[in-house]
């Protein structure tokens, strides 16, 4: 099991942030040179540059000036630390909105946008487009090959749509190359006879919106794969312009709500993950916090299973929440850690100083407008960085899971435009909850989309997957027939890729083979109406979704215990080739889910990192590995306010801090220990 390094000149873990020297320009002498001092102070060794620099770069069309990056970037250089620069096309300056209008978006109201905000180009335009490549391939040339960085950043944070005529224009060819240029082809994958809403040709098409057609499911799904796409195009454009003179590994910085993008398609096209992290710790419900932000981590390593950035992070706390909570003592530091334990190789902050004015004024971080190593954060982040060092020898390991989860962008935007048995489909929360049930277990879990390679894994979970085109159903049903162990819950296989639903009974085609079972129909609850379901002698409530499912073969484990339908099927197994497939007819609270995962971990002998206890886990504690294959790291963490004692390792292994070999650990309130072995 090689590692794989961020960059192998490089091989270490990073700690920093990003950094906007371009804001204290005037003052440079006095603020630069405290930035650097107070950089070894907090034991940082990278820094984030260049991502809302434009204005600064080309102040005016045609007129570069790169004399702050020159003199930023060998400062940090000479201080030991490596610079990740990004590329700057997130904010465009003033006069390029102004001379050339078509670099604004058009909102789905029709409504041309003003010079606003930031992130709001359009991805089409022309203009836009040699307008960043002339700025990258400057950016390229001049610090593609200096010693001091180590990665391109790429843009930051893509998303949002655009409705201009560029992009309508762009959104139709991209239908006329997908549908063979048959206008038929399209209504009938559309079913666009429905309402009398076929289209003549492609001239007719407009992107669906609030002013337009949006009935057309069909239509919806390809015009979120369209922008999907045209970022893509876009990012490429980017990267061919950094790669003119540079041959650094490049990455884009993903934040988890940007709902019209999937991610898993634009990861393909980087060297490696970095992502966005803001939890609401302490607002929340903590092991809830804990396990949705590793449910993050563990997707966004998993995108190209290697070790990603952690791009952002809050010192303390954000700005821009309805209630902007301060991180606990020890809260900042364990936030951090969970993000190496989890298979990240970096820890960094937005932002590295506060900036004095504007809308992040008040954003948590590590230097405050006080200026000074003082502050309980700038500690925090200080002992952050002294433990990464520490642990340096960490970078480049592996997650190796047997389980995995499907979770997948394409499936959530055809869920939730489905109407039908009940609004709030909770796709997210659903995937969460059994992402939950194994990380309460200290069981490793990777993240797989509808169209992955699942032959890696023991046991695959797919909650809800009520989209699964040819390509889907052969994968899930080859996978079982080749021994594969697959759990798969209500709504699945219920349409194809262009959102038509499946004839001749769900699951879909082959499905029905695999899991032995057919769905009847959907009894959908009211938020206050609980069914029951009967498994292994007990009772479980069901909620929101009960399908009346008949078995062509299954084993039923367990039956529903309450209303007409009681005593039908409810949880099902079945042997198909040389695996098994599992049904779950019902969403339940949570606790069935639980019981009957672990029993199914168990037969399959799926070990977790650390042994669970009899009764299992006390609140708040789980733990993850990595590993080269010679050598074995572990986390055992804890996410409660109090200490917890006597947790079972399992195995011998050597505090990386303390230097003491033992079996057990010992935890503090919001704890986390690093221990290693020989494997």
């Known amino acids: 099991m090689q590692r794989k390094y961020v960059n192998e000149k490089f091989p270490?873990?990073?700690?920093?942030?990003?950094?906007?020297?371009?804001?204290?320009?005037?003052?440079?002498?006095?603020?630069?040179?405290?930035?650097?001092?107070?950089?070894?102070?907090?034991?940082?060794?990278?820094?984030?540059?260049?991502?809302?620099?434009?204005?600064?770069?080309?102040?005016?069309?045609?007129?570069?000036?790169?004399?702050?990056?020159?003199e930023i970037i060998e400062k940090i250089y000479k201080n030991g630390g490596r610079v990740i620069l990004a590329t700057p096309s997130g904010g465009k300056p003033r006069w390029m909105a102004n001379k050339y209008p078509e670099v604004l978006r058009v909102r789905n109201d029709g409504r041309r946008e003003h010079f606003d905000d930031r992130h709001n180009h359009c991805f089409t335009s022309p203009v836009y487009r040699e307008k960043i490549t002339q700025m990258n391939k400057r950016l390229s040339l001049r610090y593609g090959k200096h010693p001091a960085v180590a990665a391109w950043h790429i843009s930051n944070e893509y998303g949002g749509t655009c409705y201009c005529p560029l992009c309508q224009n762009a959104f139709r060819e991209f239908l006329r190359k997908k549908y063979d240029n048959d206008i038929e082809k399209l209504n009938k994958a559309y079913w666009a006879t429905f309402w009398s809403h076929r289209f003549n040709n492609f001239e007719e098409i407009e992107a669906p919106a609030d002013l337009t057609d949006s009935r057309l499911h069909g239509l919806n799904l390809d015009w979120r794969r369209f922008t999907t796409a045209q970022t893509i195009d876009f990012m490429k454009t980017e990267i061919a312009a950094v790669r003119s003179g540079s041959d650094i590994p490049v990455t884009h910085n993903f934040v988890a709500w940007q709902y019209d993008l999937n991610h898993w398609k634009i990861a393909e096209h980087l060297d490696f993950v970095s992502w966005d992290s803001y939890p609401d710790w302490h607002v929340k419900e903590q092991t809830q916090v804990a396990s949705e932000t590793a449910f993050l981590h563990d997707l966004y390593r998993s995108m190209k299973q290697r070790p990603y950035l952690l791009m952002e992070s809050a010192p303390g706390c954000a700005n821009w929440?309805?209630?902007?909570?301060?991180?606990?003592?020890?809260?900042?530091?364990?936030?951090?850690?969970?993000?190496?334990?989890?298979?990240?190789?970096?820890?960094?902050y937005f932002q590295w100083r506060k900036s004095r004015g504007s809308l992040e004024k008040f954003h948590g971080a590590v230097v405050d407008h006080a200026g000074t190593n003082q502050t309980r954060i700038f500690k925090a982040i200080s002992e952050t960085g002294r433990r990464l060092k520490i642990i340096d020898e960490v970078a480049g390991t592996l997650v190796d899971s047997k389980v995995a989860l499907m979770y997948d962008w394409e499936n959530m935007w055809a869920l939730n435009d489905c109407l039908g048995f009940k609004s709030g489909k909770k796709y997210n929360e659903?995937?969460?909850?059994?992402?939950?049930?194994?990380?309460?277990?200290?069981?490793?879990?990777?993240?797989?989309?509808?169209?992955?390679?699942?032959?890696?894994?023991d046991l695959v979970v797919a909650p809800m997957l009520y989209m699964a085109d040819k390509d889907t159903v052969e994968r899930l049903s080859d996978y079982v027939n080749n021994g594969g162990t697959l759990y798969a819950t209500y709504m699945l296989g219920m349409v194809d890729g262009t959102d038509l639903c499946h004839l001749g009974g769900f699951p879909a085609d082959r499905l029905k083979d695999v899991f032995g079972i057919w769905n009847e129909e959907t009894d959908s609850l009211p938020d206050d109406y609980f069914g029951e379901v009967s498994y292994n002698g007990k009772k479980y409530a069901a909620k929101d979704f009960c399908e009346l499912i008949h078995s062509s073969g299954a084993a039923v484990l367990a039956t529903y215990a309450k209303d007409f339908y009681s005593g039908m099927p409810a949880l099902t197994c079945n042997e198909y080739g040389k695996g098994k497939a599992y049904y779950q007819a019902f969403r339940d609270c949570g606790d069935f889910q639980k019981e009957a995962l672990q029993n199914i971990v168990s037969q399959?002998?799926?070990?977790?990192?650390?042994?669970?206890?009899?009764?299992?886990?006390?609140?708040?504690?789980?733990?993850?590995?990595?590993?080269?294959?010679?050598?074995?790291?572990?986390?055992?963490?804890?996410?409660s306010e109090r200490e917890v004692k006597g947790i079972s390792l399992g195995v011998r292994y050597t505090d990386m801090e303390t230097g003491v070999t033992s079996d057990t650990a010992e935890l503090p309130p919001y704890g986390i220990r690093i221990f290693k072995r020989k494997v």
């Open 604 to 639: 399959l002998h799926i070990e977790g990192a650390i042994p669970a206890p009899r009764g299992g886990f006390l609140y708040g504690v789980t733990a993850h590995k990595r590993t080269d294959g010679e050598t074995e790291y572990l986390f055992a963490e804890n996410y």
């Open 430 to 457: 659903t995937c969460r909850a059994y992402y939950k049930t194994f990380w309460e277990n200290a069981v490793s879990v990777d993240f797989v989309n509808a169209h992955s390679d699942l032959s890696a894994y």
């Open 12 to 70: 270490h873990l990073l700690h920093g942030g990003d950094y906007n020297p371009e804001q204290w320009m005037d003052v440079k002498d006095v603020i630069w040179e405290a930035d650097m001092r107070l950089m070894q102070e907090a034991n940082c060794n990278e820094m984030t540059v260049g991502i809302f620099s434009w204005a600064v770069l080309e102040p005016k069309e045609g007129e570069y000036d790169f004399s702050f990056l020159d």
């Open 321 to 348: 929440k309805s209630v902007n909570m301060l991180k606990r003592p020890d809260m900042d530091t364990l936030q951090s850690l969970q993000t190496i334990a989890h298979g990240g190789d970096s820890v960094q």
